[in-house]
C-alpha cells in the first residue's frame, strides 16, 4: 500500500494521471526560477559558451598557425607513364601522418594540400607539406609511388598571386565543394579513363597574368570521426535522417518510409527499392572498410589588372573570372555516384587558399580520395611538367666521403647522400659523356680538386679554358707550390715540355705518331720517314733537340752538314741523309711540303714554341705524377683546332712516356695519379692502341678519365676501346642515337628513353666497386664551391716558379735532401 501511494506521488505517476496539470506545475516552477535566477545565470552560461568557443577558435588557429612553421611545398614531376596504382599507395602510406590520440588532443593532427596551379604555361601538381612532418618523409612515399617521378621541395608559398604592384589589383572568384549527401555514401572511384582529364583541360587559355588553383585538403582521421561515420550510415541503413536537424524533424513531422515492418517483426523492404537499398548498403561497407581522410576541396581563379582599367572591363574580366571557376567546380561532377559534389562560396579565396586550413571536412575512403588527387595517367597531357628520366637509387656499399674517394654526385632519389668513386676503382678509368652544358666539367672539376686536396697527382687538359679558370678560383691554398699551368692565353713565362726528351725511340714515335694521327687526311710514308729520320738526328747531333730546329735542318744546307759530321757511326740515318742530298731542289722542296706547312703552322704560335720548342724542359711530369698537379689550358677559339689538338696529343703522349718510366718502381711505390681529358677524342693520338693503353695504365696506377660530349666524335677501334676498358661510366643527356647504344651498359634499371631525357646536371651513372661493376643509378652533380677572391692570381704567380729550367742530376739530388729547418722540397713540388 505504502508502495503503491509512494508511486502515485511521483512525477511519474502525476504526469500518468494529470499530464497536463503536471506540465503547467514544472512550466511554473521553471519560469519563477528564470524570474528570480535568469539575469545572472544567463548571462554567466553565455559568458562560459562564448569563452569556450573563443578558447576553441584560438586553440584551432594555434596548431594551424603551428604548420605553417618550415612548411614546404613538394612539386611532383611526373614519370613518362604514371602508374595508376600509384595515388592509393601514396595515400595509404600518408595514413602513418595519424598522431597518437594524445598529441591530436594537444597538438591537432596535421594535414596536406594536394594542389594543382595553373597558369598560361602549363599546369603544375603539388603537395604542401606542413613543418611538422619529417623532410623527406612525403617526397619518398611520392618516389616509391611513381617510380620514375621526382620531388622538388621549396619552402612555402601562395599558390596563388602575390601582392600586387602599385597601381594594380587583384580580382579573384572561388568556392568550396563539399558532399551533398551523407559523407557515409562514396562518390565514384572508378574510371575507364582518367577522371582529372576533364578538371586539367578546364582553365586552359589562361592569360599572361591569370592563375587558377584547385586544392584538395586532407587529413588521416580515427577515432570518433571514424564512428560518426559509421553511426550516420547506421541511421541511413535505417531510413532516417543522418542529420540531428532532420532526425527532430523527422520525429515531429514523420513521413513515409521505404521499409516496413511484417508479422514477425522484421524488416521488409519495399520491392520497387530493394535494388537501390542493396547496392547502397553495399558501397557503404566497401567505403568504411579501409582508411578515411577527412577532406575539402577549394578552388579559386585570380588575375591583376591596372587601377585605371574602367568598370565596365572590371565587370567583364570578373565574368570571365566566374566562368572559368564554374568550369572547374563542374569538372567535379564526373565523381557522381551515390553521392556529389555540391558548390559553396568561399569567402576571401586568396587567404583562404593561402592559409590552407582544414578545419571541418567530408570522409572519403582511400580510393576515393586516390581518385580525385593523383598524377594524370594521360601521357600526351600538355603543359604538365614531367621528369625527364626516372630516379634509380645507388646500389649497396657505394662509396659516399673520404680522403680516398672522388666525389661523382647526390643520389636523387630516397635519402639524398654523396656519391663517390673509390681511387683504387678509378685505376678501371672513367668514361663520361654529355651535351655541352649538361654538367660535365661541373663533375671533372669537382675530382680535380678533391685530387689536389689530397696530394694525388694529376694533368688536365682543357680545350675550352673554362674548366682551369674554375680549377684554379678554388685550387686549396697549400697546392699553389705544386702547380704547373700552360696557358695559352697567358702573356708571361711558359714552362716548357719538350717533346723530344726522354727515350730516344719512344719519343720520337710518339711524336711522328701525333702527326700522322692528327693530320691523316695529308699524311703518306715519304712525309713520316722524313719526320722520323730528322727527329732522330736531332736527336743524336744535338745537345739540345727541339722541334724549332727541324726546319732548318731540312732547309739549310750548312745545318744539315754540322749535323751529319755527328751521324757517321749511324748508317741507316747516313743512308737517309745521302738520298735526301742526291735529290734536286725542286723534289727535295716537294718531298719536305706536306711536313713544312704543318709544321711553321704550329710553330708561328709564340705559346707553341715556349710550351714544347723553347729548349730543355722545365717540367719533370714524374713529379707530378707523384702529387703535383699539370694544368694545360689550350682553347681553341686561342689556338686554332689543329694546334690544339696537336699540342694536347703531344702533352698526353708526354704524360704516358712519364708513367710508363713507372715500370723502374716496385708496385708499392707507384703512387696514384690521374689524367684528366675534355673532349678526348682530340688528344688521343698515340701510336699505342686504347685497350693495351688502359690496361697499362691499371698497373702503372694511372686512373683515365675521357670526357667528351657524343659518340659520333669517337673513331670505332676508339669507342670500342673506351666501352670495354673505361668501366666506370657517368652518362649525361645524350641524344637518341647515342641513347640507343649507351642503354647496353644502363639497361634495364635506366632505359634510352631516360639517358635522352637525363636533365642538367642530372647523370646515369654505372660505378667499379671493389673491382666489380655495380647495377647503373642516377645522381645530381654538386655545385661548386664558391671562388676564392684572388686564388687565381696566387696560384698563377707561385706556378711561374716552373718555368726556369730544371737543375741537373746533381743539383736536384741535393735539393730533394730536406734543409735544416725541416722543409722537404718533395712535397712542394
Not at 500500500?1 to 494529470?18: A, Q
Not at 522484421?266 to 572498410?289: G, H, M, Y
Amino acid at each position: 500500500m505504502i508502495l503503491r501511494r509512494s508511486v502515485v506521488d511521483s512525477l511519474v505517476g502525476e504526469l500518468l494521471t494529470d499530464p497536463w496539470g503536471t506540465i503547467q506545475t514544472v512550466l511554473t516552477t521553471v519560469w519563477s526560477w528564470v524570474r528570480s535566477w535568469g539575469f545572472v545565470a544567463l548571462p554567466a552560461l553565455l559568458v562560459v559558451v562564448v569563452g569556450l568557443w573563443v578558447q576553441h577558435r584560438w586553440w584551432f588557429r594555434r596548431c594551424q598557425d603551428a604548420l605553417h612553421d618550415r612548411a614546404r611545398v613538394v612539386t611532383i614531376l611526373a614519370p613518362p607513364t604514371v602508374d595508376p596504382g600509384g595515388a592509393q599507395a601514396v595515400w595509404s602510406n600518408l595514413v602513418g601522418l595519424l598522431r597518437p590520440m594524445l598529441q591530436r588532443i594537444m597538438r591537432g593532427q596535421p594535414h596536406l594540400a594536394w594542389e594543382f596551379v595553373f597558369d598560361h604555361d602549363g599546369v603544375q601538381i603539388r603537395l604542401w607539406v606542413p613543418g611538422t612532418v619529417p623532410p623527406g618523409m612525403v617526397e619518398r612515399a611520392i618516389e616509391a609511388a611513381w617510380p620514375g617521378a621526382h620531388t622538388r621541395s621549396a619552402p612555402a608559398s601562395s599558390p596563388l598571386l602575390t601582392e600586387p604592384a602599385d597601381g594594380h589589383h587583384h580580382l579573384v572568384t572561388g568556392g568550396v565543394l563539399r558532399l551533398a549527401r551523407s559523407e557515409a555514401l562514396p562518390i565514384r572511384s572508378e574510371f575507364d579513363t582518367d577522371p582529372i582529364r576533364a578538371l586539367l583541360g578546364a582553365p586552359v587559355g589562361l592569360g599572361v597574368h591569370e592563375v587558377a588553383c584547385v586544392q584538395i585538403l586532407a587529413r588521416p582521421v580515427t577515432g570518433r570521426r571514424v564512428k560518426r561515420a559509421r553511426r550516420a550510415a547506421r541511421h541511413l541503413d535505417a531510413g532516417r535522417s543522418t542529420r540531428m536537424v532532420g532526425r527532430i524533424l523527422d520525429l515531429i513531422t514523420p513521413g513515409p518510409t521505404t521499409r516496413a515492418t511484417n508479422q514477425a517483426g522484421l524488416t521488409k523492404l519495399d520491392p520497387q527499392t530493394s535494388l537501390e537499398f542493396n547496392a547502397q548498403n553495399r558501397a557503404i561497407v566497401a567505403k568504411q572498410r579501409g582508411s578515411q581522410w577527412e577532406t575539402i576541396i577549394r578552388y579559386a581563379v585570380a588575375t591583376t589588372v591596372p587601377a585605371e582599367v574602367s568598370a565596365a572591363q572590371v565587370a567583364r574580366r570578373r565574368q570571365q573570372l566566374r566562368g572559368r571557376a564554374h568550369a572547374i567546380a563542374s569538372a567535379f561532377s564526373g565523381f557522381t555516384e551515390h553521392n556529389h559534389y555540391r558548390r559553396h562560396r568561399l569567402r576571401a579565396p586568396l587567404t583562404s587558399m593561402a592559409q590552407r586550413r582544414l578545419r571541418r571536412g567530408d570522409l572519403l575512403s582511400i580510393p576515393e580520395l586516390a581518385a580525385v588527387a593523383h598524377l594524370p595517367t594521360d601521357e600526351g597531357l600538355p603543359g604538365l611538367a614531367r621528369a625527364g628520366a626516372r630516379a634509380v637509387p645507388p646500389p649497396p656499399k657505394t662509396p659516399t666521403e673520404g680522403e680516398l674517394i672522388r666525389p661523382v654526385g647526390i643520389s636523387d632519389t630516397g635519402h639524398a647522400r654523396p656519391v663517390g668513386l673509390q681511387v683504387s676503382d678509378a685505376r678501371h678509368h672513367l668514361h663520361i659523356l654529355g651535351a655541352t652544358g649538361s654538367g660535365k666539367s661541373t663533375i671533372l672539376a669537382r675530382m680535380i680538386l678533391a685530387d689536389a686536396e689530397h696530394d694525388r697527382g694529376a694533368v688536365v687538359i682543357d680545350p675550352k679554358g673554362d674548366l682551369i679558370t674554375d680549377v684554379l678560383q678554388r685550387l686549396p691554398e697549400h697546392t699553389a707550390e705544386k702547380v704547373v699551368l700552360f696557358d695559352a692565353d697567358t702573356r708571361g713565362p711558359v714552362p716548357c715540355l719538350n717533346p723530344l726528351e726522354g727515350p730516344k725511340e719512344a719519343a720520337v714515335d710518339n711524336l711522328v705518331s701525333v702527326f700522322s694521327r692528327v693530320f691523316s687526311s695529308a699524311w703518306g710514308p715519304r712525309t713520316e720517314d722524313i719526320l722520323r729520320s730528322a727527329c732522330l738526328s736531332l736527336r743524336a747531333a744535338s745537345e739540345t733537340p727541339t722541334l724549332a730546329k727541324l726546319p732548318d735542318l731540312l732547309t739549310d744546307p750548312a745545318t744539315r752538314a754540322r749535323h751529319q759530321e755527328k751521324l757517321k757511326d749511324d748508317p741507316t740515318l747516313r743512308g737517309f741523309w745521302n738520298w735526301y742530298e742526291q735529290l734536286s731542289d725542286a723534289a727535295r722542296a716537294q718531298s719536305i711540303a706536306p711536313l713544312l706547312n704543318k709544321l711553321r703552322a704550329f710553330l708561328l704560335r709564340s705559346f707553341v714554341v715556349k710550351a714544347i720548342a723553347a729548349g730543355p724542359s722545365t717540367v719533370d711530369l714524374s713529379t707530378v705524377l707523384d702529387g703535383g698537379l699539370c694544368l694545360v689550358r689550350i682553347p681553341k677559339g686561342s689556338l686554332g683546332e689543329d694546334t690544339t689538338r696537336l699540342l694536347g696529343s703531344l702533352i698526353v703522349a708526354r704524360v704516358w712516356q712519364a708513367t710508363t718510366a713507372r715500370a723502374k718502381l716496385p708496385q708499392r711505390q707507384r703512387r696514384d695519379a690521374a689524367l684528366y681529358v675534355d673532349e678526348a677524342h682530340n688528344f688521343l693520338n698515340l701510336p699505342y692502341a686504347m685497350e693495351d693503353m688502359l690496361a697499362e695504365a691499371r698497373g702503372y696506377r694511372l686512373a683515365m678519365t675521357l670526357a667528351h660530349q657524343h659518340l659520333g666524335q669517337l673513331p670505332r677501334d676508339l669507342k670500342e676501346g673506351i666501352s670495354t676498358n673505361a668501366r666506370s661510366k657517368i652518362f649525361f643527356n645524350a641524344s637518341p642515337e647515342d641513347a640507343r647504344e649507351l642503354a647496353r651498359h644502363t639497361a634495364p634499371r635506366i632505359s634510352e628513353h631516360d639517358l635522352a631525357h637525363l636533365g642538367a646536371f642530372h647523370a646515369a651513372t654505372r660505378l667499379v666497386v671493389n673491382g666489380e661493376e655495380t647495377p647503373p643509378f642516377t645522381v645530381t652533380t654538386q655545385p661548386l664551391p664558391p671562388a676564392i677572391r684572388g686564388r687565381a692570381k696566387t696560384v698563377r704567380q707561385a706556378a711561374a716558379r716552373h718555368t726556369r729550367p730544371l737543375a741537373s742530376s746533381a743539383d736536384r739530388a741535393h735539393d730533394d735532401e730536406p734543409d735544416a729547418s725541416g722543409f722537404d722540397p718533395r712535397r712542394a713540388s
